[in-house]
């Protein structure tokens, strides 16, 4: 028998200032970015597997309710949502911890890539996260992720403070 093992490579990057930020413009679109108000677990269940299916995201998709509860309905928890002509496109979670913010899962609906969303999408996030940080705002991505993430992370000014390989078999 054989066994297979590959590595992936995590990325690791911060912004230590709001100065940082190169922002992108909204594109000539019908576009609106919406806080999510109510926690909905469904909904950050259903963003999770949507956006995530073509980049491997699969730690949560065995979660219960019960999990998906305690991980959405906390205070500490913001999700953001970018609508396209009123359709859901894309979206974005943040975590506030203590005096910093971590980006926990962004991205698109597949049906909106390449229509030059990332850069707008990720501007807002980031414009949100120095709402509620004070010290730090950072992110991970890693070499499953859309091929153009690490790019635009630091387009719009993230700085790599570290990586680290994981082994999966």
């Given amino acids: 028998m054989t066994v297979s093992v590959s590595s992936s490579t995590i990325y690791y990057l911060e912004m230590k200032s709001s100065d940082q930020l190169n922002p992108v413009a909204a594109p000539a679109l019908d576009v609106q970015v919406k806080k999510v108000e109510i926690p909905c677990w469904q909904l950050n269940r259903f963003l999770y597997q949507v956006v995530g299916e073509p980049w491997q995201w699969y730690e949560k998709l065995s979660w219960l309710e019960k999990q998906w509860r305690n991980y959405v309905e906390r205070d500490e928890l913001n999700t953001t949502l970018l609508y396209v002509s009123g359709t859901p496109a ?32 990720l501007s807002e996030a980031i414009t949100q996260a120095w709402q509620i940080a004070s010290e730090r705002v950072w992110v991970h991505t890693c070499t499953e992720d859309h091929p153009a993430a690490m790019a635009n992370y630091q387009a719009r000014g993230f700085q790599l403070y570290n990586t680290e390989t994981a082994i999966k078999s």
């Fill in 90 to 121: 894309g979206y974005f979670e943040l975590e506030q911890q203590e005096e910093t913010v971590e980006l926990k899962y962004f991205g698109l609906l597949p049906q909106f890539i390449g229509m030059k969303l990332g850069g707008y999408l």
